[in-house]
């Protein structure tokens, strides 16, 4: 008999997803694999809905791999919602765990040139991983995330909660500036303009926004805002890809990789 579905949140957020974070690595990993089974148990069309999709974007994957990819998809995002517990883990001077990072020069040649430099990311995988090991190698991050406060009419307390828990530990570690969308982005323009580093992700939720730009993406068109490409061309800001390797603690790593120097371009090769 399934629970009703807020009992079965808050059991997730507030007991299941905290227990991970203070376990041992391989006592958390057994908390992973129990969530995943939780999540295809208590939402059955999950994982089926993630299967159609990949198999309509992507024509020539067979059912089996469409199955394999989205338990491999489900597995990263309950991987994600556990790192945020296990960030002090990770946290400088004195991590326990080393996040490598490779394309730093790239990075530092940005800023040796007074450049701002903003990440580009997804919403895929660990994204909060790759701050952490830029953290770690020394250089100061800012980011931009979408509204996590009362305003959004999408997230109820337990998701303000956990999203504000995600934000607030990693802002305390990667010490740059945090701006929500809507709020005032001088603060993004000065500390880019400084040769700052901002994190932006390309599919944060950004409602009411009807000026979009298209690009191509899996043999078809993918609609994002342009804020990133404004910003950019505004404070004449490098763009970088920003990627997260590893599924686990011993083999995760960052990549930076470049992209073209004009805004535009970059944000259609991202």
């Known amino acids: 008999m399934m629970m009703p579905a807020a009992w079965v949140k808050w059991l997730r957020y507030r007991l299941l997803l905290p ?3 203070v376990l041992s690595h391989s006592v958390a990993a057994r908390v992973i694999a129990a969530l995943v089974r939780w999540d295809k148990y208590h ?3 999950l994982q089926l809905g993630l299967q159609a999709n990949m198999q309509r974007v992507l024509p020539l994957m067979n059912a089996a791999e469409a199955e394999q990819h989205a338990q491999q998809y489900l597995y990263r995002l309950v991987r994600e919602q556990v790192d945020v ?4 883990r990770y946290a400088p001077p004195q991590p326990q765990i080393a996040i490598p990072v490779q394309g730093l020069d790239q990075l530092q040649r940005a800023r040796d040139a007074g450049q701002g430099v903003i990440l580009v990311m997804a919403h895929y995988n660990r994204p909060i991983m790759l701050a952490i090991g830029l953290a770690q190698a020394g250089f100061e991050i ?4 979408m509204r ?5 009419p999408e997230l109820d307390a337990l998701d303000r909660h956990y999203l504000q828990k995600k934000v607030n530990d990693l802002q305390a570690i990667i010490g740059g500036p945090w701006v929500m969308q809507s709020d005032d982005f001088r603060t993004v323009y000065r500390y880019l303009s400084q040769a700052g580093i901002v994190i932006i992700l390309l599919d944060a939720f950004q409602p009411n926004v009807r000026a979009k730009a298209c690009y191509p993406f899996l043999g078809g068109q993918l ?6 490409e404004r910003i950019a061309q505004r404070t004449q800001s490098r763009l970088l890809y920003g990627v997260v390797h590893g599924q686990h603690s011993h083999d995760l790593s960052g990549e930076l990789r470049p992209l073209p120097p004009e805004p535009t371009e970059a944000l259609h090769q991202a």
């Open 85 to 88: 517990y296990q960030m002090w």
């Open 19 to 21: 227990l991970g974070g």
């Open 142 to 145: 800012g980011m931009v995330t």
């Open 148 to 152: 996590i406060d009362a305003s959004n």
């Open 223 to 228: 609609h994002l805002a342009r804020g990133i």
């Open 43 to 45: 939402q059955p069309g």
